[in-house]
């Protein structure tokens, strides 16, 4: 089945710093998101964007399906950005199910 | 704004008694998903409905689960008997395809230990 990596697995930001979180799959896809575990394990939705550039408020997402990866980009990092980011895939092969990478563990200190 | 409801939000059970988790799915999504996700790890599929029928139970532990959505409408995912192993977070995710593609959202997942 394809493989979802995403780097770094740990990642520490002081209080309004910036960061870039990637997420690199190993065959095409037909969707991908990117969501935000919160501390209570809740997935919020932050992108659906199998390819292309979005940007929401702080948060913007790059997917460049040629080139099989996307990235997540955090600007003025807050202490409510802490969690788990992770990016999950589908592939027209293996039915609508998300295949999820292995995540990227944030904490912002204030 | 529409959301995925779930309950229990935790679920505290001894080994080899039986339990079982609802989930509501955002009005008019007819994909629903249940997901098993154990600490430190992303989600997995356990299984996926359209509409009431079964379409992905490959990961499902048959000897021990059963998921049913008999409507179409609102699932509930059974264990029995639970084992240790089976302590994770339980996630119900429904999705609707449009013209654009399909996107899922997740609802806020049953926390389950098993003692």
């Known amino acids: 089945g394809i493989q979802v990596e995403q780097s770094p697995p740990d990642l520490i930001l002081q209080e309004g710093a910036n960061s870039t979180l990637r997420c690199n799959f190993s065959?095409?896809?037909?969707?991908l998101q990117w969501f935000h575990q919160n501390p209570w394990g809740q997935l919020i939705n932050l992108f659906y964007?199998?390819?292309g550039t979005k940007q929401n408020g702080r948060l913007s997402a790059t997917t460049v399906a040629t080139e099989r990866y996307s990235l997540l980009y955090i600007s003025s990092s807050q202490t409510t950005d802490s969690g788990v980011y992770f990016c999950?895939?589908?592939?027209?092969?293996?039915?609508?199910?998300?295949?999820f990478g292995t995540g990227t563990r944030l904490a912002v200190r204030p | 704004e529409a959301e995925v409801a779930q309950s229990p939000r935790y679920k505290i059970t001894e080994k080899s008694q039986a339990v079982a988790f609802w989930c509501d799915p955002i009005?008019?999504?007819?994909?629903l998903y249940w997901y098993r996700q154990i600490l430190g790890q992303g989600p997995e599929l356990l299984v996926q409905?359209?509409?009431?029928?079964?379409?992905?139970d490959s990961q499902l532990p048959k000897d021990r689960f059963s998921a049913e959505r008999l409507k179409g409408v609102d699932s509930t995912l059974k264990i029995q008997p639970a084992e240790l192993g089976d302590s994770a977070m339980y996630l119900c995710?429904?999705?609707?395809?449009?013209?654009?593609?399909?996107?899922?959202?997740f609802g806020q997942g049953t926390r389950l230990t098993v003692v």
């Open positions: 995710a429904s999705s609707f395809t449009t013209g654009g593609g399909r996107e899922s959202f």
């Open positions: 065959d095409s896809v037909n969707n």
């Open positions: 964007i199998p390819s």
């Open positions: 999950a895939v589908e592939q027209g092969s293996s039915g609508d199910k998300l295949t």
């Open positions: 009005s008019g999504h007819a994909t």
């Open positions: 409905f359209q509409d009431e029928s079964v379409v992905d």
